[in-house]
């Protein structure tokens, strides 16, 4: 796997940008597509970034089928969207907000409609407003961090973040998707005893659980011996393995759970654009939605969650990618905090939800994508699932969420960028790791890491070295984790 090292000492203090990232070794453009991609300039292959892209879409495949369903619940008036039209408007949102990362801001990551703005969208939002007045609220959530980036703040705030911080987001985010990937396998559960258990009741059974191990070490095994195509290789190997277990054990189609191993018959379905544009901008904050104060804690709640989500996954996914510089800084990093940000807009629209960037990007970055040619691809698959649906539920839960295990382990060795003898930044940083797993929530880690990070410096009586902008992030965050008493105290429930 190519890599660009971010070793101190390795590169020098410019501003990110594309030319102060480029190897002094790399080849001049062999074409249009490897000049405007800067494919070469990078350390990577158009084989690659198309593994990469492919990679990529595998192991974010899923949300095609859970989005529908998350969204599947009943608005105030008892209505319920069409289960086909939103499989639409969930590959239509993932592929043109991919396809933009990559066309715009030419960064590895791939984008869909986030589980935790469709969580919220139905369990907070939808209850108390009509589905238009939800999608509304995703619109005006994903202009308001348009506006952010506009501004400026945003890359101030992802600049302002301090080096070792930006390394414990990197090894937070990858023991967060290594236990998602644990968990959709059915490797790590929920015990009723213990707070987590190993399979439903301390003891791993059935033939899903067995193919995810399978592919695990078959994938690690094949990254040991630097076999190129690693995951994705894996990935087809698992998958092939899970069609002939299936057919020849029969297994109930549930013991997968949303994809089944096996051919879907017409493999074609032709798309329903109906949800498209229908957007009631501000009706949830009238008297006929959730009122304006509820609708504003809401729309809050949306932006802190697609904000400092997505912009710690950019920072997690971009740091291992060899795209940052000696200070974290990314090249092109406003165009992708702008095309993040409309996502809220663009998913809105399309009635998918608000998009933001997936941590599965990793896995594409794992396959040796440096560029956002492999957005494009990642992109182009979710446009073809447009017409071929069924095949997504192909590749089971279980065998793609080995990749995300594998990557989860490669983003642990940020790990030795930190002075874990440093006091001032160990305990920021090593908080910033464990809460995002722990509490399930990237957002959370990040929020402890920033306020503790501020008052272990305040303590010491370097009050000023955090800068303005940590301390406002020290404000903003203490808001988001009292933000329950705060709505209690608002009469907002």
Same mark, same amino acid.
């Given at each position: 796997m190519t890599r660009i090292s971010t070793e101190p000492g390795t590169t020098d203090d410019r501003p990110a940008t594309d030319d102060s990232l480029t190897p002094s070794e790399a080849k001049p453009p062999k074409n249009a597509l490897d000049a405007y991609f800067k494919i070469s300039a990078r350390g990577s292959t158009f084989g690659n970034e198309l593994r990469g892209g492919l990679t990529t879409f595998m192991a974010m495949a899923y949300i095609l089928l859970l989005n529908p369903i998350l969204l599947g619940g009943a608005d105030k008036n008892g209505v319920h969207l069409d289960h086909a039209q939103l499989t639409t408007a969930t590959a239509l949102a993932a592929a043109v907000t991919t396809i933009l990362l990559g066309v715009v801001g030419n960064v590895p990551l791939a984008a869909a409609a986030g589980l935790s703005v469709s969580g919220a969208i139905s369990a907070i939002v939808v209850p108390h407003t009509t589905w238009e007045q939800a999608f509304g609220l995703c619109v005006i959530y994903g202009l308001a961090i348009v506006l952010l980036v506009v501004s400026g703040l945003r890359e101030k705030i992802m600049n302002g973040i301090p080096l070792p911080i930006k390394h414990a987001i990197t090894i937070g985010i990858?023991?967060?998707?290594?236990?998602?990937?644990?968990?959709?396998?059915?490797?790590?559960?929920?015990?009723?005893?213990?707070?987590?258990?190993?399979?439903?009741?301390?003891? =791993?059974?059935?033939?899903?659980?067995?193919?995810?191990?399978?592919?695990?070490?078959?994938?690690?095994?094949?990254?040991?011996?630097?076999?190129?195509?690693?995951?994705?290789?894996?990935?087809?190997?698992?998958?092939?393995?899970?069609?002939?277990?299936?057919?020849?054990?029969? =297994?109930?189609?549930?013991?997968?759970?949303?994809?089944?191993?096996?051919?879907?018959?017409?493999?074609?379905?032709?798309?329903?654009?109906?949800?498209?544009?229908?957007?009631?901008?501000?009706?949830?904050?009238?008297?006929?939605?959730?009122?304006?104060?509820?609708?504003?804690?809401?729309?809050?709640?949306?932006? =802190?969650?697609?904000?400092?989500?997505?912009?710690?996954?950019?920072?997690?996914?971009?740091?291992?990618?060899?795209?940052?510089?000696?200070?974290?800084?990314?090249?092109?990093?406003?165009?992708?905090?702008?095309?993040?940000?409309?996502?809220?807009?663009?998913?809105?629209?399309?009635?998918?939800?608000?998009?933001?960037?997936?941590?599965?990007?990793?896995?594409?970055?794992?396959?040796?994508?440096?560029?956002?040619?492999?957005?494009?691809?990642?992109?182009?698959?979710?446009?073809?699932?447009?017409?071929?649906?069924?095949?997504?539920?192909?590749?089971?839960?279980?065998?793609?969420?080995?990749?995300?295990?594998?990557?989860?382990?490669?983003?642990?060795?940020?790990?030795?960028?930190?002075?874990?003898?440093?006091r001032e930044v160990a305990i920021p940083a090593f908080l910033t790791c464990v809460l995002m797993p722990f509490t399930y929530s990237i957002t959370a880690g990040v929020a402890a890491g920033v306020i503790t990070y501020c008052v272990i410096k305040a303590g010491r009586g370097k009050w000023r070295e955090p800068g303005p902008l940590m301390w406002i992030l020290t404000g903003v965050f203490l808001v988001y984790f009292a933000l329950t008493p705060i709505k209690d105290w608002l009469g907002v429930h």
């Open positions: 990858g023991l967060f998707i290594a236990l998602i990937g644990l968990n959709k396998a059915g490797f790590v559960f929920q015990g009723k005893g213990p707070l987590l258990s190993l399979g439903p009741t301390g003891e =791993l059974s059935g033939w899903p659980v067995l193919i995810f191990s399978i592919t695990l070490l078959t994938i690690f095994v094949l990254l040991v011996r630097n076999t190129r195509g690693a995951i994705l290789i894996g990935l087809a190997f698992g998958t092939a393995i899970a069609f002939v277990v299936n057919a020849a054990a029969g =297994l109930d189609d549930k013991v997968w759970g949303l994809q089944v191993p096996k051919w879907p018959g017409s493999p074609v379905d032709s798309p329903d654009f109906g949800l498209f544009g229908h957007v009631d901008l501000f009706g949830a904050f009238g008297s006929q939605g959730m009122g304006a104060i509820s609708a504003s804690v809401a729309v809050f709640t949306l932006v =802190l969650a697609g904000f400092f989500d997505a912009m710690a996954t950019i920072i997690g996914v971009g740091t291992e990618a060899g795209l940052a510089d000696k200070q974290g800084r990314m090249p092109g990093l406003s165009k992708a905090l702008f095309v993040d940000g409309a996502g809220g807009a663009i998913g809105g629209l399309s009635g998918a939800s608000g998009q933001t960037v997936f941590v599965e990007s990793a896995t594409g970055v794992g396959e040796g994508a440096r560029t956002g040619l492999a957005s494009v691809v990642t992109g182009g698959v979710f446009t073809l699932m447009l017409f071929f649906t069924p095949l997504a539920g192909m590749v089971p839960v279980q065998v793609a969420s080995a990749a995300l295990v594998v990557i989860g382990s490669m983003m642990m060795s940020q790990a030795r960028h930190i002075d874990w003898s440093d």
